[in-house]
């Protein structure tokens, strides 16, 4: 077996890795959505993002564990919660967006912000996780 014959096969793969990766920000673009998802990986980190939201909310004075403000048209959001010490914040602005959030157990933070046109999340939380999705959609 030469060492062309034994390279080609490797290359056209290496060819269609690189055609199928160049061809998935193209995707994404005619999607005209964008979502950034942070989800902590450590304990520090959940604290840190907890601190975070806490914050949040005493600027928003928010006193109790939820907090859903739209603005916009055909905005539809729930947020259900169960058990002690959850925080759900919800903020849409823009049209037609979806958003759900169920919390249970306890110790839950999420927020999700949507902005643009037609954004839809739909998050559950088990007991003490945390999240924050941002959306754009156009």
């Known amino acids: 077996m030469s060492r062309f014959s034994r390279t080609y096969p490797s290359r056209i793969l290496s ?3 690189l055609s199928v990766a ?7 673009a005619q999607a005209s959505s964008l979502s950034l998802n942070l989800q902590p990986r450590s304990a520090q980190e959940a604290r840190a993002l907890d601190a975070a939201v806490t914050l949040y909310a005493i600027h928003r004075d928010l006193r109790s564990g939820a907090d859903i403000r739209q603005t916009g048209r055909n905005n539809a959001a729930l ?9 759900g914040i919800i903020r849409q602005r823009g ?3 979806t958003a759900s959030l169920s919390q249970t157990g306890g110790n839950n933070t999420q927020v999700i912000v949507q902005y643009g046109n037609g954004a839809q999340a739909d998050i ?3 007991g003490g996780q945390s999240g924050i999705l941002l959306q754009f959609a156009r």
Not at 22 to 28: E, Y
Not at 79 to 87: A, D, E, P, V
């Open 22 to 28: 160049l061809a998935l920000p193209v995707a994404q």
């Open 15 to 17: 060819a269609a890795l």
């Open 95 to 97: 049209d037609n967006h």
């Open 124 to 126: 559950r939380q088990r």
């Open 79 to 87: 947020l259900r919660q169960s058990g002690r010490q959850n925080r």
